[in-house]
């Protein structure tokens, strides 16, 4: 059986330009990159965990701002506060994957891939079949 590989934990703020200092002392380390992705409002700070100096991806961390009113992190934030929003786990086949967890019965937001952070494909599950955690899959860069 093989073994899932965080990609990585994103967790929302209300403020990127005040919390990226925050989280730069918290984890000893600079904001890898700042993005900003129109289609899901949202920008991203990326802090990269130096995985891939040891020979694998992920284990990073995002923090996730809301660039308007009506995205879905300021909508999360406005109902549960600033906090961890999600995990994001590596997939091989993202289409194989989400087709899986649908014939099981796993309640999906996305039931196709979409692009996200780094150009690369996600897609969400839904935590109500997940024990209450927001699971991203992510696609494996190739």
């Known amino acids: 059986m093989k073994h899932a590989i965080i990609s990585h934990v994103g967790i929302a703020v209300t403020d990127l330009e005040k919390s990226i200092p925050l989280y730069e002392k918290l984890t000893g ?4 990159e700042i993005e ?13 965990t130096g995985g891939e100096k040891a020979g ?16 879905p992190i300021s909508k999360f934030i406005a109902k549960r506060g600033e906090g961890l929003h999600h995990l994001c786990i590596y997939v091989d086949d993202i289409e194989k994957q989400l087709a899986l967890l649908k014939a ?4 999906l937001i996305d039931e196709t ?10 897609a ?4 109500a079949g997940t024990n209450g955690v927001l699971i991203e899959l992510e696609e494996k860069p190739k």
């Open 56 to 71: 694998f991806a992920g284990g990073n961390i995002e923090l996730l701002s809301g660039t308007s009113e009506d995205s």
């Open 104 to 107: 099981a019965g796993i309640r």
């Open 124 to 127: 969400f599950v839904h935590p």
């Open 113 to 122: 891939p979409r692009l996200g952070a780094e150009g690369h494909r996600i």
């Open 36 to 48: 900003e992705v129109p289609s899901q409002k949202v920008r991203v700070g990326i802090f990269s």
């Open 29 to 32: 380390m600079k904001v890898k």
